[in-house]
């Protein structure tokens, strides 16, 4: 290795232990920015020290020492003399005679509490939905801010003061920093959830900026899914996401066309859907499904992508089944779109009067000016035969579009009726 | 980044595994190591691959398919194994290969290959793609 290598070579090895040394640090010092400083600081040490000795057998427990007696240092410079910091100091001092070896055998026995409990409280509830992507983001996935502003179109002032704010509410709430049990964990396990699936459909379609997809937000999405699956693999709603997300990325690279714009499921080339990924959502998804209960959101949300992964071009697709997995998925998470999109399945699997019986189920108030609910009815209408209605429907539905090129299909497909209905009046004229 | 991880065979690999009290360690170490990617949320898929002695060739010339059974003579460069790791760069994949205990006896070798990505294949990103971007814009905001 050359010289000029190393500080190269010191950076991705931080870059590498940074997310288990704050977490192991924060659950020390019990607040993240203060053991986000402490990492950084440690990186300092390492960039100043590793050129004179050559990188430490292993680098993230002398990263981790490091750390610590700066944590220590600190705690006593600033004084804190009241009896939960003198004990913290107190562990520390004893902790940090121990040697290397038993802070190496501390951190394998205790990394994945830690790192659980570090994404738990980067998506706490106590903080809004985007404090806890971007803390997620920063903190565990080790983006910087700048990063973090540009996949989210937002100034890097914006995102810097958002995970500033959020880092200020977690140290005044004095949070234990253990991972949450019985009940709490499965309310805190769904806002984690939450925000890792947030991220994803960031990435999966973008709300916003130049391109369609972010597929950085979509791989980071992942890796914190994998990660999850990793920490905690008897969780079977870990798995569910994990595997919604493998198969929904892997049509990333056929979901736009050479237009530009986002091609429906049912039309994409499925040849160029990425088969490992695939693979690896399936078995996520079989491992969830193993481990039993009554599935949650996320399995059976992956339970549909899955049907459309197994089905090797689009008549294939085992609709029947898809118009069973809503049946179910709307009792766990009850939205009128959930029950259009179940209407649509139905009407695949059973005709479009199955379709159209279910639409009719739907509150109409729920989904005002939503203009696939009458692009959906049109569709049932005109595969129903009853095409003056359908014309009525796709018209409605064009007006309700906000987006030029939907605007034009729907139109078209109005037009489609009535060339339909001139075609038969001609049919039955002699 | 995807990149394929390939463990280079040796002369070991290539007389097969026999059951010994190094293999097990050798086994264990590279268990840790697995879980270690597994925690890390890098390691996507990987194997072992039996010696080429199982192993068979099918040579190509025009027209022509010609097999040939193994094992084969350039030991070195045959595979032994490999893992498929999603990774930031390829200074992090080097870095973990650091990391991985010794997979052979004796001296060995282990080649990163990052994989082909669309990104290679020219910038989509052109201008009509933003203004399409803007209509979809529209669009989400709109529902």
């Given at each position: 290795m050359t010289i000029s290598d190393l500080p190269r070579t010191i950076e991705t090895i931080f870059r590498i232990e940074r997310v288990r040394l704050i977490a192991s640090l924060a659950r020390m010092v019990r607040d993240v920015g203060l053991a986000e400083e402490l990492a950084q600081d440690a990186f300092v040490t390492a960039l100043s020290e590793w050129p004179k000795?050559?990188?430490?057998?292993n680098p993230g427990a002398w990263l981790n020492a490091a750390a610590r007696r700066r944590a220590i240092d600190l705690l006593r410079r600033r004084r804190m003399l009241d009896r939960k910091h003198a004990e913290i100091g107190r562990d520390l001092t004893e902790e940090d005679h121990s040697g290397f070896e038993a802070i190496e055998a501390a951190m394998d026995d205790e990394v994945g509490d830690e790192l659980l409990s570090l994404i738990f409280v980067a998506c706490?509830?106590?903080?809004?939905p985007e404090a806890r992507v971007a803390l997620t983001l920063r903190l565990?996935?080790?983006?910087t801010t700048e990063e973090i502003a540009r996949a989210y179109l937002a100034s890097e002032a914006t995102i810097a003061q958002r995970i500033v704010r959020a880092k200020r509410t977690l140290g005044k709430a004095g949070l234990s920093f253990e991972v949450p049990r019985g009940r709490e964990r499965q309310e805190r396990l769904s806002s984690v959830l939450a925000v890792i699936y947030l991220i994803f459909n960031e990435g999966y379609?973008?709300?916003?900026?130049?391109?369609?997809?972010r597929p950085v937000l979509c791989a980071e999405a992942q890796r914190l899914a994998r990660i999850l699956a990793g920490l905690a693999p008897e969780e079977p709603e870990i798995l569910g996401l994990l595997a919604l997300v493998e198969i929904q990325a892997s049509r990333l690279a056929a979901r736009i066309g050479q237009d530009g714009l986002p091609i429906p499921l049912t039309e994409q080339?499925?040849?160029?859907?990425?088969r490992l990924l695939i693979r690896r959502g399936l078995l996520a998804l079989g491992r969830a499904q193993t481990l039993g209960g009554a599935p949650g959101p996320y399995v059976l949300q992956a339970a549909l992508a899955a049907c459309h992964a197994r089905?090797?071009?689009?008549?294939?697709?085992d609709w029947a089944r898809i118009a069973g997995i809503y049946d179910l998925l709307r009792h766990v998470m009850p939205s009128p779109v959930v029950d259009l999109n179940r209407a649509v399945a139905h009407s695949m699997a059973f005709g479009p009067e199955a379709g159209l019986r279910l639409l009719d189920e739907i509150d109409p108030a729920t989904l005002a000016h939503y203009a696939p609910l009458p692009a959906a009815r049109g569709d049932f209408l005109f595969r129903a035969g009853r095409l003056p209605e359908a014309r009525g429907q796709f018209e409605l539905a064009a007006s309700l579009s906000c987006n030029e090129r939907e605007r034009a299909y729907l139109l078209a497909r109005a037009g489609a009726c009535t060339r339909r209905m001139d075609e038969f009046d001609r049919q039955e004229s002699p | 980044m995807r990149v394929m991880v390939l463990v280079k065979a040796t002369e070991d690999s290539e007389a097969g595994l026999k059951p010994s009290a190094e293999l097990t360690e050798m086994f264990e170490a590279m268990g840790r190591f697995n879980e270690e990617l597994v925690n890390a949320g890098i390691l996507l898929a990987g194997d072992g691959l039996k010696p080429s002695s199982e192993g068979k060739r099918v040579a190509f010339d025009g027209p022509g398919r010609t097999v040939t059974d193994g094992p084969f003579a350039e030991t070195r460069e045959l595979v032994a194994g490999f893992w498929i790791w999603e990774v930031k760069d390829m200074a992090e994949a080097v870095e973990w290969v650091k990391r991985c205990?010794?997979?052979?006896?004796?001296p060995s070798e282990i080649e990163i290959r990052p994989f082909y990505e669309l990104a290679d294949f020219g910038d989509v990103v052109t201008p009509e793609l933003a203004e399409r971007e803007n209509q979809l814009r529209a669009r989400v905001s709109g529902q």
């Open positions: 000795t050559g990188i430490p057998a706490h509830p106590i903080l809004t565990i996935g080790g983006l379609s973008a709300t916003s900026g130049g391109t369609l997809t080339n499925r040849g160029r859907w990425d089905a090797p071009r689009a008549e294939d697709t | 205990p010794n997979p052979m006896p004796g």
